[in-house]
């Protein structure tokens, strides 16, 4: 039920009257709903809180996903859940939010009661954490969990990620545990140059390779960067230099490769994979890092 209000103008003689049909519909909408909740035996707060959380949440995986070009960082049309209000909130069209002008830091993206996001300089229910370096983005990081809708759920059902489609969930999820026991699900070796941008070998897939053997030149390999195409957040690729003399060396954050296909090295710095030696490239967001 809409509320039918009625406007006034200036000169308006007829505000006694128009105040009391105002009032006497809104109180008819709002008992309305009162009942509606009274009957339904749930209490909205609790029974939100219960399905999506304690914790700032993207409802749906394709929620506020952001792109990045030049001083824009713009999120997608979405839904999320702010337990600080208990309201779930929503954009439906993308939102660019300029950087231009911000001193370097780093910055917070939130949602403001209406669901437009924002760029904060404090803490407070981020969906993600940005890295400003004054000229142009760093490291992003999505902070906010997110919480299936029922496309998700379908899509688990019956995604072919894994070669296969699936009747329910339950058979997928019995062979996620499968693939999770076993080594690698894909295995890649090249003996790439002297320097690679974009590094994508023959049968390299970033959402599933699990182990490569790159073998640095004679003289060593420089790497600015490794394809992310499809990655998903989390995934963790073993590397080796089976190389018995010459070393690989890996740029941090270096503007050679494309943006999401950036290192965050630890320090900050060069890192360096010696003969024989291996690390842990993972995925941490829009970027990848290094465990050792």
């Known amino acids: 039920m809409t509320p039918d209000l009625q406007d006034f103008a200036n000169g308006d003689l007829a505000y006694i009257a128009k105040h009391n049909a105002n009032n006497a519909s809104l109180r008819l909408n709002i008992n309305t709903l009162l009942a509606a909740i009274a009957s339904s035996s749930v209490s909205s707060g609790p029974f939100l809180t219960a399905l999506l ?40 069209t993308a939102s660019p939010l300029n950087f231009s002008g911000k001193s370097a830091g780093t910055y917070y993206i939130q949602l403001d009661a209406a669901g437009s996001p924002t760029i904060s300089p404090t803490l407070a ?23 299936w ?21 339950d058979a997928r999820l019995e062979a996620s545990e499968s693939l999770a026991l076993a080594p690698f699900a894909v295995s890649v070796s090249d003996s790439p140059g002297a320097s690679v941008d974009d590094y994508a070998p023959i049968g ?84 990848w890092t290094i465990k050792p």
């Open 53 to 92: 959380g304690v914790q700032t949440a993207f409802i749906g995986s394709t929620s506020y996903i952001h792109s990045e070009a030049t001083t824009i960082m713009t999120l997608s049309a979405g839904y999320a859940w702010r337990p600080d209000t208990g309201q779930v909130v929503s954009k439906g």
């Open 125 to 147: 229910t981020p969906l993600y954490s940005v890295v400003w370096t004054g000229s142009a983005f760093g490291t992003i990081t999505r902070l906010a969990s997110i919480v």
């Open 149 to 169: 809708n029922f496309q998700d759920w379908e899509d688990a059902q019956v995604s072919t990620a894994l070669g296969a489609s699936y009747d329910s969930l």
């Open 204 to 287: 390299w897939n970033a959402a599933k390779t699990r182990r490569l053997l790159t073998t640095a030149a004679s003289g060593g390999t420089t790497y600015t960067g490794f394809d992310s195409t499809n990655v998903q957040d989390g995934a963790c690729i073993y590397v080796r230099n089976p190389s018995t003399t010459d070393l690989g060396k890996i740029m941090h954050l270096d503007t050679g490769s494309l943006l999401a296909n950036r290192v965050s090295c630890p320090g900050g710095g060069e890192y360096d994979v010696p003969p024989l030696s291996s690390y842990f490239l993972i995925r941490v967001g829009s970027i």
